[in-house]
């Protein structure tokens, strides 16, 4: 029987000294993006620790076909350490987090793992539900378990590099999370300046702790309690995949058409759609024109239905909006969803 512990979290300035980490007698390897190494922070902060390795992060991280490769690299660094005394230590984003989160999944049938997300996306969301996964050459993330780290360090220092368009990607999720969380952090939000780190740090605990409150109905996903936080993404990820987009601002987009879905089944009023809309277009303006006439109808279904969230009756577990903190899940069929693309000229 699997059970579930609340990481512990930290928001802390900097990165956590050794003794944060590990105890005396313990060991631990440090799984890190190679880019961190131009941070000077992070570039001394590695020193403390014996075991390291660099990775390049990204989609081809997540390959299974390298994973053997890999496995066998980082065991050569801690084939002395013992089971219990070992930790990993994620250091870096998304992909970063799942490739090393599976890595302690598998090692020795499960080592601990530790998570310090450097962008602001892992730092929000991926970090902390307990997913990881790799990739095969059909699907996204089919191949991963559910393994909760011991230990999240969420540092200012660190999250102070990320250069403006990760922040604003970063965004995205944020907007998403205050839409599915309501008033208390919605009106936070409410700025038309240039979204900084700043801003965003006193905010970071309640939107992470939003997180957790939907994980912890079900954290490892046997029923569909999770599903609301995927409130954006069906067309976010068409977008992300076909555009190259950033996964937070490919989201953005995909509450654009939520909202405007939402309000035409008559499941949202029109009074928090504007409020929603207008929020949205101050810092995602829609890039429908843009794009919509470069993506076929085709193509797009060809998106959907690679998607991971896809069942098998082609039918979709659409989020929908029903006012702000009132998220609406409901059974809809691919077709539906390409009429309404087309509908609405994301798609030609
Ligand atoms: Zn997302």
Not at 160 to 166: A, G, S, T, V, W
Request: glycine share 8%.
């Amino acid at each position: 029987m699997r059970t579930y512990l609340k990481p512990e979290i930290f928001y802390q300035d900097n990165l956590p000294p050794k003794e944060q980490v590990i105890t005396p007698g313990q060991e631990c390897i440090i799984v890190y993006d190679i880019m961190l190494t131009e941070i000077p922070e992070f570039k001394n902060w590695l020193t403390m620790f014996e075991h390291y390795y660099g990775v390049t992060g990204g989609e081809a991280l997540k390959s299974i076909k390298y994973f053997p490769e890999h496995f066998d690299k980082i065991c050569r660094k801690i084939l002395h350490a013992s089971r219990t005394g070992l930790k990993v230590i994620a250091v870096g984003g998304g992909s970063i987090g799942d490739f090393a989160g599976f890595f302690a999944s598998s090692y020795k049938r499960g080592v601990s793992l530790i998570n310090i997300p450097t962008t602001l996306l892992a730092a929000i969301d991926s970090a902390h539900g307990g997913k990881n996964g790799l990739n095969s050459s059909f699907s996204k993330n089919q191949i991963g378990t559910f393994y909760f780290p011991e230990k999240v360090f969420i540092c200012r220092k660190i999250l102070n590099y990320l250069p403006e368009d990760q922040i604003l990607s970063g965004f995205g999720e944020v907007l998403k999370t205050a839409i599915l969380a309501g008033d208390s952090l919605w009106d936070k939000l409410q700025i038309d300046d240039e979204i900084t780190m700043n801003y965003l740090w006193p905010l970071l605990p309640e939107i992470v702790d939003h997180k957790y409150k939907v994980v912890e109905k079900d954290p490892f996903e046997v029923t569909n309690k999770r599903r609301i936080l995927n409130l954006g993404h069906s067309l976010g990820h068409v977008l992300e995949k076909q555009f190259n987009l950033l996964h937070g601002e490919a989201v953005a987009q995909g509450l654009h058409f939520t909202l405007d879905w939402s309000v035409e089944k008559k499941h949202l009023s029109r009074e928090d759609y504007k409020k929603m809309k207008l929020c949205l277009e101050t810092h995602f303006p829609c890039i429908k024109e843009e794009l919509g006439p470069h993506i076929t109808k085709a193509r797009a279904l060809e998106l959907l239905m690679t998607d991971k969230k896809m069942d098998l009756d082609q039918e979709l577990n659409f989020v929908y909006l029903k006012g702000l903190g009132l998220p609406h899940v409901e059974k809809t069929k691919v077709y539906n969803i390409i009429a309404k693309l087309f509908q609405h000229s994301w798609v030609t």
